[in-house]
C-alpha cells in the first residue's frame, strides 16, 4: 500500500464537530483509497491519498455506459474505543459477484479488506462514539478505458471512501411506501441481483413518484406477475406475522431479481436469536394489503446496512392505502433493531462471528 498523507487532514476539534453533526454523506474523511487495474496488469498497488476531486477524460466509458458498481459497509466503536467492522468478507464476496455481472474485474477478497483496513487506520478518528452512528463506507468501482466503443472496459478504477452516518431514518418514525407499479426494477438476467449504480439511476423516476405522493420510498414488485413483493429502493423488507412469542418473522425470497442484503441475512439469525421463527416466502401485494387488514400482519420494517432496520407505516399504491398495526414502530421490529445494533457495537458477545477488529 502506497501512503501519501493529507497535509491538510482536520485536527481533532474539527473533525469531532463534524461527525457531531451526523446526517448521511454530509462529510467525508480525509483520505480515501485508490487502486487501478487493467487488463494487461491486472491490479496494481492500492494507495491512500488525500480524499479530493478526481480528473478524468470526457471519453471516459463510465460516464457514456454507466460501468459502475459499489457497496455499502459500516466501522462501528467498540466499548473499549476499538474499531471493528460488521461483516466485511461479506461485502467483499458481493462486490466480486457484481463485478462479473458488470464486466469488471473481480476484486480479490484479501486486496478488498486491505483497502479498508488501511482507510480505517489513517481515519478512525471519524468513527462517531454514539450508538446507532457509525462510519459508512462506500467502495466503488468504474470503467475508465477512454473510447466510445461499447465493450468492457480494459481499464478500471477502484475507490474507497469514508463518511460519518447518523440516522438515514428516524427510527422513531415510521417511513411511508409508495408500490410502484408503473416501473420495474428488476427482471430476470438482469441486474437486479448487483449492486450496481444503474440500478439507482433507474429508480429514481420511481422515487420522484413517490415523493409526490407523499410517500419516503418506493417499494419494488415483480416484473413478470406484477405481484410479489421484492424490495425497496435502497433497502430489504421484513413482515412480522403474528405477536409476541409466537410471532414469525418473513421476509421475501430472493429470486435473483432482489439485491441480497447482508443485513437481511442477519436479520434471519438475529430473529432466530431472540426465539421467533423465520421464513423466507413469496408475498404478494394482496397478502400484504389482507394481512394488514386481518391483523395477521402485525408490523413491517424495512433493513439495509444505511438504514439499518425502519419501521414500516403506511403503504400507498393505484389500489389503495393502508396502514400496518397503529403506524407506530412495532415492538419486534425495534427488539431486533436494537439487538442487531447491540452486535455492532460490541455490547454483546458476538456468537455469529460477524465482527471483525481493524487492526
Ligand atoms: N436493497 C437495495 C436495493 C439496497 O440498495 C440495499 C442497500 O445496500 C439493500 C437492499 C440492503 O442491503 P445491505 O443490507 O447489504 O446493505
Ligand atoms: C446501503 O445501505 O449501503 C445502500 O447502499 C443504500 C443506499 C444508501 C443506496
Not at 463518511?163 to 427510527?171: K, Q, S, V
Request: aromatic residues 8%; glycine residues 10%.
Amino acid at each position: 500500500m502506497k501512503i501519501s498523507l493529507n497535509p491538510h487532514a482536520k485536527d481533532a476539534a474539527t473533525r469531532d464537530a463534524l461527525v457531531a453533526e451526523g446526517g448521511f454523506g454530509k462529510y467525508y474523511t480525509d483520505h480515501m483509497v485508490v487502486c487501478e487495474w487493467s487488463e494487461k496488469e491486472g491490479w496494481g498497488e492500492p494507495e491512500l491519498k488525500p480524499y479530493g476531486p478526481i480528473s478524468l477524460d470526457p471519453a471516459t466509458a463510465v460516464f457514456h455506459y454507466g460501468q459502475e458498481i459499489f457497496e455499502g459497509m459500516k466501522a462501528y466503536r467498540q466499548p473499549d474505543g476499538s474499531i471493528s467492522l460488521f461483516r466485511p468478507e461479506a461485502n467483499a464476496k458481493r462486490f466480486a459477484k457484481s463485478a462479473a455481472r458488470l464486466a469488471l474485474p473481480e476484486m480479490p477478497e484479501a486486496l478488498f479488506l486491505e483497502t479498508v483496513d488501511a482507510l480505517l487506520q489513517q481515519d478512525g478518528g471519524w468513527v462517531p462514539n454514539k450508538v446507532g452512528e457509525s462510519l459508512y463506507i462506500r467502495p466503488f468501482m468504474f470503467a475508465t478505458e477512454v473510447g466510445l466503443g461499447v465493450r468492457p472496459s480494459n481499464k478500471a478504477l477502484y475507490m474507497l471512501i469514508a463518511t460519518p452516518a447518523g440516522a438515514y431514518f428516524d427510527p422513531s418514525k415510521a417511513v411511508s411506501v409508495w408500490i410502484s407499479t408503473e416501473y420495474v426494477r428488476a427482471a430476470q438476467g438482469g441486474t437486479g441481483e448487483a449492486k450496481c449504480g444503474g440500478n439507482y439511476a433507474a429508480s429514481l423516476v420511481a422515487q420522484k413518484a413517490a415523493a409526490k405522493e407523499g410517500c419516503d420510498q418506493v417499494v419494488w414488485i415483480d416484473a413478470i406477475e406484477r405481484k410479489w413483493v421484492e424490495e425497496m429502493g435502497g433497502m430489504n423488507l421484513y413482515f412480522v406475522k403474528g405477536s409476541g412469542s409466537s410471532a414469525t418473522v418473513v421476509t421475501p425470497k430472493l429470486t435473483g431479481t432482489l439485491l441480497p442484503g447482508i443485513t437481511r441475512d442477519s436479520i434471519l439469525s438475529v430473529a432466530k436469536d431472540l426465539g421467533y421463527k423465520t421464513d423466507e416466502v413469496m408475498i404478494s401485494i394482496d397478502d400484504w394489503r389482507e394481512g394488514v387488514a386481518s391483523g395477521e400482519i402485525s408490523e413491517i420494517f424495512a433493513c439495509g446496512t444505511a438504514a439499518v432496520v425502519s419501521p414500516v407505516g403506511q403503504a400507498k399504491s393505484v389500489m389503495g392505502t393502508w396502514v400496518t398495526g397503529d403506524g407506530q414502530p412495532g415492538v419486534i421490529t425495534m427488539q431486533i433493531r436494537n439487538a442487531l445494533l447491540a452486535i455492532q457495537h460490541g455490547t454483546v458477545v458476538d456468537t455469529h462471528n460477524w465482527m471483525s477488529a481493524v487492526k
